[in-house]
C-alpha cells in the first residue's frame, strides 16, 4: 500500500514541477467607510527618532519588554502563563489583534466594565487583575510608567479623542452569532486546528520553563473575569488572529463555536466573586451575561469555587469603584 | 466523528509518535546509520555523518540533537511519500517503524557544537530581527512564537533551528514557498513561508545557522 501510495506522490509531483503554493491569505476585515485609521510605529521607528529624549527612549523600551515578557514579573504581577503580547499580538501594534494604542488616545473615559470614568493605568490594571490573573504594579510606580509610556509611544501622531477607530479590539463578529454557537462543533474545530499548538487539553506549551503556547484554560489561563471569557471577544480574537499567521481562515460559525468550546472549560476565580458565582453574574451581569460563567454546564455551575489558580488571593486592592462625588 | 484529512493524519502522527518515542533504540539505530539497514539504504552517516553534522555545502541538514518524534516524523513522511526528496525517498523506503524510532533515538542524543562561519553583521541582525520579532507588517510572525525561546524547537511538531546549516534552511524555506515541501500541519509553515522575501530567507537562514543548539541532557 505505502509504495503505491508513495508513487502516486511522486508521479503528481513530477507532473507539476516546481509548483506555485497557494500562499495562505491574511484575510482581515475592511474598515468601515469613516472609520480612523492609525498605523502604530515599530521598534525600528523607535531606535530611529532623534526627536526623543534618550531616557525617555529607556523607558518606553522598557515598557515594550514588560509587554512582551511580562512573565518576568511572574508571582508578583502575574500568576498565570500569559504575556501582555498573548492576546496584544504583534507588540500590541497591530490592528485587529488589540492594539493598545486606543487607551492612551481614549482614556480618560467612563468604562462600563467597572462603571466610572478610568484613567490608562487603570485600565493597564484591569488587564492584570483579571487576564493576567495577578496584582497590578502600582499606580505611578516605575513599571506602571514604563508600561504607559510604550502605550503612549505606540499612539504618536493619533488622533486624540477619536473613538470611532478601524481595527480597534479584535473584531467584527458582533456579540452574538446568526446561528448558536454549539460546543461539540467547536470542540472538533479545537482538534483540528488548535490543539497543535495548545494541545489537547489546552494547556499550552512550555519548553525549558518558558511559555512558548498559552494555555487557553486551567489554572494558567485568564481569569473568568477577563474579557477574553465573553464568547463574543474570542470569537473575534480568533477570527482574526488565529491560527497564528492564518487569520480570517476559519469561517465566522467556526470562531464562534471554538470560542464557547474554550470558554466552557474553568478557570481562576473572577477577582469579583461574591462566594457565589450565580450571584456575582447576576451583580455583573453587563459583563457575564457574555460568559459562560454561574450557569449550569456538564452539571456544574461553571466558576462555582474557590480556585485563583496560582494566585494566593482574589481581589487586588486596585479593583475599586471610584466616584467624585 | 468527521475530522479533515490533515486534522486526521496530525492526530494520527502524534498518537504514533508519543506511543514510539520510548521504544527507539540508540545502539540499534547506529547500527542503520552506520551500515544501513541491510535492504540496499544507504547507511546514515554517508550524507548526516555518524554524529549528525550533516554538510551544509551538500545541503544535507544536521540531525544531531532534534527532537527524536520529529526525525521519526519526517523518515516516515518520507517513506510514505509526504515529504518528497528524491535522495531520501529510496533510503526511507524500506525502513520499518522500529528502524525510524531507533535511527531517531541515535541522532536525537548526538550533541555536536555549531560551527562559526564569518558572516556580514547586518545579515544576522536582520536575521535576528526576524527570529525574535518577525515582520508583523508583512504578517511574518517570530519564528520564536512557535519554535520556541532561541528557534530551539518545541516538541515533536515544531523543530529546532537553531544550528542547522543555512544552505538546508534556504532550500526548507524555498521549498515550502514553492510548494514542493508540504508536511506542515495545517499550512502553518506555508503561510509564513510564503510571505518571506528573498532577502528576508537569506537573513534567517545565515543567523539560525549560527544560534546554539537545544541542550541535550545526558
Redesign the interface.
Known sequence: MKPSVYALALLSVAATPVMSAPAVPVDLPAYKEGQYVHQAPTLDDLMNDQSLNPNLREVILKGRDLFMNTQQKRGEYVFNDMNCKSCHMGEGRMNWSGPVWPAATTLPDFRGKNQHVNSLEERIAGCFSFSMNGKPPEYGSDDMLALVAYHQWLAKGAQVYETNIGGRGFGHLGREPAQAADYARGAQVYADNCAVCHGEDGLGQKHDGKVVFPPLWGDHSYNWGAGMARVFTAASFIKNNMPLGKPGSLTDQQAWDVALFVNSHERPQDPRYTGDAKETREKYSNFHKWTRYGTEFNGHILGQHDNTGDKPFLKPDVLRPRTFE | ????R??GA??ALLLTTALAQAAGDVDRGATIVMQGDGQGGAPCLACHGSDGAGNDGAGFPRLAGLDAGYLAAQLRDY????R?SAVM?PNA?RLNDQQIEDVAAYYTVQTLAVTPAELPADLLAKGEQLVK??D??N?I?PCE??H??GA????A?FPGLSGQHSTYLRQQLEA?????R?ND????M???A??LSDEQIQAVSAYLSQQPTR?VSP
Open positions: 466523528m468527521i475530522i479533515t490533515r486534522g496530525f492526530a517513506r510514505e511519500g509526504r518528497i525517498a523506503s520579532q518577525g508583523w507588517d504578517y510572525v512564537t512557535c520556541g525561546p530551539q524547537g518545541v516538541g511538531t515550502w514557498k514553492n510548494g514542493t508540504n500541519p495545517n499550512q502553518l506555508l503561510a509564513i510564503a510571505r541542550r
